[in-house]
């Protein structure tokens, strides 16, 4: 009788404990007659949690570590879990919010209007979609109509990306994805990675504690922004290192763009105007001060985020100014061709149109450096949730419809900022693990799908001084196509004697429009430059070096669609008494002495060259293949000889250091058999007599 007495007494307190969990329990001293002075600490507590969430921006971690406490206290309280959950919907651990929701949803279903939609929330970031969708809708049928009116719409998007999530979740793209590892990510939040055009230099947003300044943004609780730089060193990244000032500063700097050879960078400063983009680019070694873009980027609204094409010729950005499709739209401007390399100047910018941006926000535009792939992030298109990445391409004139690039690189939550490599292969972004090494960590992700061939032509050596441009047969032929693809060119520059690297001046010259379309400078540790280019384009190319003679040459790339690479090795040959050069750029009219305007540029080079060394005696002299009489040939070398000394006279050379001579067909460097060889013996010298 006494064991049955027992038992029942037992069932008794456990069904009424059953009972009473399931009962909304208040914090309130006749439910905890007991425990007065603890139940005042905890509702200190939680008045301290609400002020937090009025905060602007609302603090929501340092919010949810008291209600948690609270919590240890009282489980049983519908609106502390409805507001456990509301915290955790704000961190990088959202699913944590549903079984909180789902408990406030159990003891009290009316305790907040939005519950529904909270819990479906929680639903939706932990790839429940079906469930998602049955609280969307059962949200959406608690309104009255005038909150359908206000909120039915943003209620419809959430439960079309639950049917396009199922969508992209059961077709997933075929990638592996590697963390960069604890070299490079560390227990603070790493994000915005940013890689260089042939994966050598990868930049990043990190707050850390060795950041300049070593302040702390009390309004987030985080040390402020600055960015790291990390470089590969065979397969593996180096340890990040901080470039300190004047690149970082004492607030926040976040990377939002690079340059394809890692000379540029665009940086995000959230001080003035609510947001705006500054250029710092690196010059005999050294980071420069970062400078305001100007207003056509610039405005009182927020510009978040920047990139350049290849050929650093369009800026593209982001922009939440009025006159949009609705949100931060992506705009593009060209750079003004009057401009100066390293003081640029915008054309008007324009709205890259609703191919691209939508009524919701788009961010973090990235061009890959082939020229013609954009990437960026949109609220809006065929998106999981929030932000997702998103592709198109430039083609027949248009850009493309964006094509969410999938899951498992898109989820549910925000994904922003995605850089791949020159082949598309590779690509960097950031993502919150459970296996993390704390907060966001750099991912690296490979993307395994069919492959382009990429060629290689380390081996190809391009003739060093020639007359005619060089062409890239390398490549493939020549065909029509509409839309051509970039074609990277990268090499090394080194003295010609003793093949030590150089960092020197480069400049890309578009023949066609006889204009400066690149400049940059090549590594002045390594002597390598890489620069993207159009194909189907001849060009010019000149390379300046102090102590050095100047080097130019010209060289078309046949029109390609697909990305490829050339390399060039570039030797420069030092101011010494006999040095002599071919002024590849050089040009006069057929059978005559008279300059052609595209020779300006080339003999601008030389009257530097004169001015910089205002010692240096020159010999400039002509050269003819063998067609028609030797006497002839002679003329016309001679003539075009002095041309040559004459412009240079009228840009304020002394005479006294020139001096010229013809040498008509004497001295052939090809053979005459040919057009080739023909074209390669019409040429004009310079020779250094003394210094």
């Known amino acids: 009788m006494k064991v049955t007495t027992t038992i029942i007494g037992a069932l008794f307190i456990f069904i009424m404990g059953q009972l009473f969990a399931q009962q909304n329990v208040e914090f309130d001293k006749d439910n905890f007659p007991d425990q007065r002075k603890e139940l005042r600490d905890v509702i200190k507590k939680l008045k301290e949690a609400d002020d937090l969430l009025e905060e602007a921006p609302p603090k929501y971690a340092e919010a949810l570590e008291l209600y948690l406490e609270a ?65 969307y809708n059962k949200y959406r049928h608690s309104l009255t109509p005038y909150e359908l009116t206000e909120y039915g719409a943003a209620v419809e998007k959430r439960i079309m990306e639950c049917e396009d999530a199922r969508d992209i979740v059961r077709n997933p793209v075929w990638i592996f994805k590697d963390n960069l590892g604890n070299i490079v990510n560390s227990k603070y939040p790493e994000y915005s990675p940013i890689v260089n055009a042939d994966e050598t230099v990868l930049m990043f947003t990190s707050c850390r ?60 400063k959230g001080e003035k105007n609510g947001g705006d983009i500054y250029i710092c680019q690196i010059e005999d070694g050294e980071w420069q001060r970062p400078a305001t873009l100007p207003k056509e980027i610039n405005t009182k609204y927020h510009e978040t985020g920047a990139c350049f094409s290849p050929d650093m010729q369009t800026l593209y950005f982001v922009s939440d100014k009025e006159g949009g499709y609705g949100g931060s739209d992506i705009y593009y401007c060209h750079v003004d061709p009057d401009s100066k390399p390293h003081r640029l100047k915008f054309e008007d910018p324009m709205n890259m149109g609703s191919a691209i941006n939508t009524p919701y926000d788009e961010e973090a535009v990235f061009m890959q450096a082939d020229g013609k792939t954009i990437y960026f992030s949109s609220k809006g ?56 090494y704390g907060g966001q960590d750099l991912y ?9 061939p990429l060629i290689h032509h380390s ?21 029509e196509v509409k839309d051509f693809a970039m074609v990277t060119v990268r090499g090394t520059v080194m003295d010609q004697v003793t093949h030590s690297p ?25 002597g390598e430059y890489l620069v993207s280019l159009p194909s189907g384009k001849s060009y010019g190319l000149a390379v300046k070096a102090k102590e050095y003679l100047f080097h130019s040459e010209n060289f078309d790339i046949p029109p390609v669609t697909e990305f490829r690479e050339m390399k060039k090795d570039i030797y420069l040959k030092k101011v010494e008494i006999g040095s002599k050069i071919i002024l590849q750029n050089i040009f006069f009219e057929f059978n005559e002495a008279k300059l052609q305007p595209e020779s300006m540029p080339e003999l601008e080079r030389l009257v530097k060259l004169m001015k910089d060394v205002p010692t240096l005696k020159i010999e400039i002299s002509g050269h003819t293949d063998n067609v028609g009489s030797e006497l002839y040939n002679q003329e016309l070398s001679e003539k075009r000889a002095k041309a040559v000394v004459d412009y240079l006279v009228a840009k304020g050379v002394d005479r006294n250091r020139l001096t010229y001579k013809g040498y008509g067909l004497t001295q052939p460097i090809a053979s005459n058999e040919t057009e080739e060889g023909r074209a390669m013996n019409r040429r004009t010298e310079f020779k250094v007599i003394s210094r």
């Open 381 to 436: 298109h065929k998106t999981m949730g929030g932000y997702d990445i998103f592709k198109s391409e430039f083609k027949n004139g248009k850009w493309t419809e964006p094509v969410n690039i999938g899951h498992p690189i898109n989820t549910p939550d925000d994904d922003v900022f995605f850089s791949v490599n020159i082949t598309g292969k590779h690509g960097y972004y950031a993502s919150f693990e459970q296996d993390g």
């Open 459 to 479: 081996d190809y050596e391009y003739l060093a001084f020639e007359v005619k441009p060089v062409d890239e047969t390398l490549l493939e032929e020549e065909v």
């Open 502 to 526: 150089l960092g020197v001046i480069m400049e890309i010259i578009d023949n066609e429009s006889n204009r400066v379309i690149a400049s940059f400078e090549s590594n002045e540790r390594t």
């Open 209 to 268: 504690d060795v950041t300049t300044g070593g302040d702390i943004d009390e309004d987030y609780n985080v040390y402020y922004e600055d960015i790291y730089i990390t470089r590969k060193d065979g397969e593996v990244w180096t340890r990040p290192f901080n470039p300190g000032k004047p690149f970082n500063d004492d607030s926040h700097d976040a990377i939002v763009g690079l340059s394809t050879d890692a000379s540029h960078v665009l940086i995000y």
């Open 444 to 452: 690296m992700v490979t993307f395994l799908g069919p492959e382009k």
């Open 71 to 135: 919590y240890d206290f009282n489980p049983n309280n519908a609106l502390l879990n409805y507001s456990i959950g509301k915290c955790y919907l704000h961190t990088k651990q959202k699913p944590k919010a549903i079984p909180y929701l789902e408990k406030a949803m159990k003891l009290d279903p009316d305790v907040a209007a939005n519950l529904q939609y909270l819990l479906a929330m929680g639903y939706h970031y932990n790839y429940e979609f079906d469930k998602a969708i049955d609280h």
